[in-house]
């Protein structure tokens, strides 16, 4: 059973950073390819972020390109997402989610595991 815990969400301003976390356990880490969603109040859930499962390959939905980043450290089984430049439409719950693939695409249905999520509040 795949478990996935996120952390690192809180309220900033607007052009503050954030850096997220979720730790998976119950499997291995490196077999999963890992991406983040977020569903902003009113709104269905999204797409933000991808990540391979050996970390070479990244996607990014266009609204982030240029602030977020998204990394993994398989040793830690640990994936991060490094938001710059933080705006108030980032704000939103953000979850993040593992599918046993090389690669994870954008469709939640082929998600294996998703986390609880955390909120990330940016204000003006």
Known sequence: QVQLVESGGGLVQAGDSLRLSC???GRAFSSYAMSWFRQAPGKEREFVATISRGGGNTNYVDSVKGRFTISRDNAKNTVFLQMNNLKP???AVYYCAAENN???SRRQSDYDAWGQG???T???
Do not use: F, I
């Open 23 to 25: 730790v998976l356990s």
């Open 89 to 91: 439409e980032d704000t």
């Open 102 to 104: 090389v690669w994870a």
């Open 118 to 120: 955390t909120q990330v």
């Open 122 to 124: 940016v204000s003006s």
